[in-house]
């Protein structure tokens, strides 16, 4: 037993910084709205940076804008390191990635308070543009920091408003000059890493569980289509001589639903964007763009619902005669956690009088972007009603405190290790 077991995170002061934090692009229903690179995640990264500075930390800024405040420890070396995102989806709430921040800087507060120093570095890290929303793919920062994504490709990603990455850092001021990617990443080594983090699912809440301990997490694929047909009139053009790109569309989207259906198990699907032109009433669409997101948490069966439609959306291009082209967004393959980290969470959890169980995520998380370069793992806390990048998101008070206590000792245990 260690001597630290009675240590414990301050609740009020991380729900306080949560509520802060969460008032940085507020919205309508107690939401969040706070785009990669936008004015708003400047000021939610200000407001971070500062704090972060006000705990001693050591903050550093890469050139693709993540952010690490360092904690000495007693000896020079790679740091254990904690943290998630802070940017959202247009409509999220205030604890998806926010949590794991949050409750690294707690982590931080309680260790300064109690005067202990570890024994290797303590890092808390924000991850640039880890949804996705606004510039894909997402993770992006993480994904860069491992050396999976060239720095250059990276900045020269164009966002859904036409803003290239690189620009909105420079103009946030967050292009910053610390080394990132390979073969930089042997700079910026990480001993472990661990992520706290929401569920964003139903499971544990249904079963009553407060811990998840994840076991890995699920392969994504993200693909654009571009639909071409032949705008005319809805009243005088004969079904059997349309070309019409908004059918074509529905009829992938309708595919999609069947293909995780018929395969059944861990695999779905998402058709999660779809624009129509001229998107009149009256005109047969001439085109259509539409997003589609595949994830299973077995590969080969991730690349059987690809197989499944590509080969549908060929055969709909023929018989529609229309031109559909394909645009590959993100692929991610299923990541398997450190075992060791697995075990871990769920035996801590388990001496803390925790409900535990272990369990993959169906969301990508940076913490899948970490395991490529160090040990790492997540816990998760439960998601009310199963909500998440939604306004109602919430995971109640007792549970922000479980999950953050739990990763307070889990740091204690690797950065003493």
Not at 153 to 163: C, H, P, R
Not at 306 to 316: D, K
Request: proline share 4%.
């Amino acid at each position: 037993m260690s001597g630290h077991d009675a240590l414990r995170i301050d609740l009020d002061r991380l729900l306080g910084r949560l509520d802060a934090l969460a008032q940085v692009g507020a919205i309508e229903g107690g939401g969040v709205c706070r785009l990669a690179l936008t004015d708003a995640d400047r000021a939610g990264r200000d407001l971070v940076t500062g704090w972060m500075r006000d705990l001693g930390l050591r903050v550093s800024i890469d050139a693709i804008g993540n952010v690490v405040g360092l904690r000495p420890g007693r000896r020079e070396g790679a740091p254990v390191m904690t943290g998630s995102h802070i940017d959202t989806v247009r409509t999220g709430g205030r604890y998806d990635g926010n949590l794991g921040v949050m409750a690294g800087l707690e982590v931080v507060r309680t260790l300064n308070d109690a005067g202990i120093e570890t024994d290797f570095p303590l890092a808390v890290a924000v991850f640039t543009n880890e949804e996705g929303a606004r510039f894909a793919p997402d993770m992006m920062g993480s994904l860069v920091y491992v050396g999976g994504l060239p720095l250059a490709e990276a900045l020269a990603t164009v966002g859904i408003d036409g803003a290239t990455v690189g620009d909105e850092l420079a103009r946030i001021g967050y292009a910053g000059d610390a080394p990132c990617g390979s073969p930089a990443v042997r700079a910026p080594a990480v001993r472990a890493y661990v992520e706290l983090h929401v569920e964003q699912g139903p499971v544990l809440e249904a079963e009553g569980v407060t811990i998840g301990a994840v076991e890995g997490v699920q392969g994504i694929s993200w693909t654009e289509y571009t639909i071409r047909g032949v705008s005319n009139h809805a009243g005088t053009t004969p079904m059997r001589m349309r070309h019409d790109a908004g059918f074509a569309a529905g009829a992938i989207a309708a595919e999609v639903r069947r293909i995780a259906a018929e395969m059944g198990g861990d695999q779905v699907g998402t058709v999660g964007a779809l624009t129509l032109e001229p998107n009149l009433i009256n005109v047969v669409p001439h085109t259509a763009v539409l997003t589609v997101d595949l994830r299973n948490t077995d590969e080969e069966a991730l690349r059987e619902a690809e197989r499944r439609l590509a080969a549908f959306v060929a055969a709909l291009a023929e018989s529609e005669g229309v031109g559909i082209v394909a645009r590959r967004l993100a692929r991610f393959e299923p990541v398997a956690f450190d075992p060791a980290m697995v075990a871990k969470v769920e035996a801590l959890a388990q001496r803390q009088g925790r409900s535990v169980r272990r369990m993959p995520s169906g969301a990508g998380h940076d913490a899948q972007m970490l395991a490529r370069i160090c040990p790492a793992g997540m816990i998760f806390v439960p998601s009310a009603g199963g909500v998440s990048h939604n306004v109602r998101e919430f995971t109640a008070t007792e549970d922000i405190r479980a999950g953050a206590d739990l990763l307070l000792h889990l740091l204690l245990d690797l950065a003493n290790g």
